[in-house]
């Protein structure tokens, strides 16, 4: 296995530390984990094609699994050692170098809500390499803004960076939609520290979307030959 590929699959869950425990479900060569960050603002499903066997890992210290990683090559063997059907650890090793990482029983893992009715996207935009790169510059260009705000009208988006009722430094560009049947939407703001980090997470994507509800729910997809991510962005309130 290639130790990439294992470190983007963490990676495009732990979102730079947002996420820091998880289950993970392995099964005919394929892993999957759904989560939730931390603070709760984003609930997801990460699946890539990594063969660990049939077990469920309870990955519970996500940063030092990371830290970890570090210490090996690319080219590492990936054993899971099993207690009566218990998975208890990871034994990780390249040509040089072993490691060991211990794995937390499942019932310690926070539960995932299902989202059981999703309301009606009204806006679904493109994210190409040219959006990606222009979200990022706007959010390193303040780096302070915890939020970004969709707009919109007549059938074209507007993403705010740091959108706020009141007199605030901001960057707007406008985003064509994809959908023929976009309505006027007003501002509906979320979180651009998560979004900023899913977008990098996922750089390597073939396709990618971003959806979203004037009732207050984003939903982003990221697909590749080799994984899918998806992320539900819950509105964030702001001044």
Not at 28 to 55: H, K, P, S, W, Y
Not at 221 to 235: D, E, K, P, R
């Amino acid at each position: 296995m290639k130790k990439t590929e294992l470190v983007n699959f963490i990676n495009r869950y732990y979102l730079a530390g947002a996420t820091t425990s998880v289950k993970w479900k392995s099964n005919e060569g394929a892993v999957m984990t759904d989560f939730i960050t931390d603070d709760q603002n984003v609930i997801g499903t990460v699946r890539a094609n990594l063969d660990l066997g049939n077990n469920e890992l309870g990955v519970y210290a996500t940063p030092i699994l990371t830290k970890m990683l570090s210490a090996v090559g690319d080219d590492i063997n990936v054993k899971v050692n099993t207690i009566d059907t218990k998975s208890v650890s990871i034994d990780i090793d390249d040509s040089d170098v072993d490691m060991k990482f211990m794995l937390a029983d499942l019932s310690v893992i926070r539960q995932v809500p299902e989202l059981k009715q999703l309301p009606d996207f009204n806006t679904k935009l493109t994210l190409s390499n040219d959006f990606n790169a222009k979200f990022i510059k706007a959010k390193n260009a303040i780096p302070d803004a915890e939020n970004f705000g969709v707009a919109c009208k007549n059938g074209e988006a507007e993403i705010i960076m740091n959108h706020s009722s009141i007199n605030t430094n901001r960057i707007k560009f406008k985003v064509h939609c994809d959908n023929e049947n976009c309505d006027d939407m007003s501002t509906v703001c979320f979180s651009s520290n998560l979004f900023k980090e899913i977008l990098q997470a996922n750089k390597d994507a073939e396709f990618a979307t971003l959806e979203i509800s004037p009732a207050g729910l984003a939903r982003a997809i990221f697909t590749a030959a080799s994984y899918t991510s998806t992320y539900y962005l819950v509105q964030l309130q702001t001044a």
